[in-house]
């Protein structure tokens, strides 16, 4: 990313695939660090994708907090193109 290489690269993939991701967060962080250093993906990721609510339904009414469901909607279309999964971008631009 900024041309140095990353320290201690080894121990953090280790520590990467140890850890055991429960959200959209994690799941993003750790998938994106993975990328970072040249790796394949988390086994559970496509899974956890196919659970989530963007996937499975349409995002409407969104009223409060709409930051937050900004950043839901990034990181889950991110992770989708990440795991070369198709994103449907007309859905969700409506």
Partial sequence: MLGV???????????LREF??????????????????????????KAFLNSTRLVRENYTDVYVEVASEFETVFMTTELMKMAGAAVDNQRIEK
Avoid at 28 to 36: P, R
């Fill in 20 to 45: 055991v991701p429960d959200s959209l967060y994690s799941h993003y962080h750790v998938n994106k660090a993975l990328q970072l250093c040249g790796q394949e993906l988390n086994k559970r990721l």
């Fill in 5 to 15: 290489p990353f320290p201690n690269v080894k121990q953090t993939i280790k520590w």
